[in-house]
């Protein structure tokens, strides 16, 4: 639906339920087991919109061998000879609804690994490559080592 790198993107997730003999009540919608939503209605057409969170909700541990460094009040900025990138975050999202109609009956239908475009930094380990990030950290940067926790928000 749209997207934005600090403060995350909206995903619209459409479920189609009918019922020719009693009709539909409601659809639930679920991430990772918890329910998130429910929809009454009549149907067919059942939406949620669920906003996946941006960088303002993420830290990153940055630790690794570094050169070039500038720290400015807006940002880091440095060349990586040798960086390790992790995530404080939940990777997996696991969406799937239920569709209740009104006698009673269910019936479950998901997606089990939904590709997320997300342009921002992904764990790993990194080579010779030039990093810009929000000066907003904890740990140590000195001049040729690198061992803080970048925080998004």
């Known amino acids: 639906m749209g997207n934005c790198r600090f403060s995350g993107w909206f995903f619209e997730f459409t479920a189609y339920a009918v019922d020719e003999m009693s009709g539909m009540d409601c659809v ?56 390790k990138i992790s995530k404080d975050q939940l990777d997996e999202h696991i969406f799937y609804a239920w569709g209740y109609d009104n006698a009673g009956n269910r ?14 930094i992904y ?9 810009t990030l929000p000066n907003n950290y904890t740990g140590y940067i000195g001049n040729f080592f690198i061992y803080a926790t970048f925080s998004y928000g």
Request: glycine fraction near 8%; proline fraction near 6%; aromatic fraction near 18%.
């Open 28 to 83: 639930e919608f679920y991430l990772n087991g918890e329910m998130m939503a429910t929809i009454h209605d009549s149907g067919p057409e059942y939406t949620w919109i669920y906003h996946f969170p941006g960088l303002s909700d993420s830290k990153f541990k940055v630790r690794g061998f570094i050169c070039d460094l500038e720290i400015t009040d807006e940002y880091v900025d440095f060349y990586a000879f040798m960086v």
């Open 107 to 120: 019936k479950c239908d998901g997606i089990d690994h939904p590709t997320i475009p997300i342009d921002t």
């Open 123 to 131: 764990p790993g380990l990194y080579y010779l490559r030039r990093f």
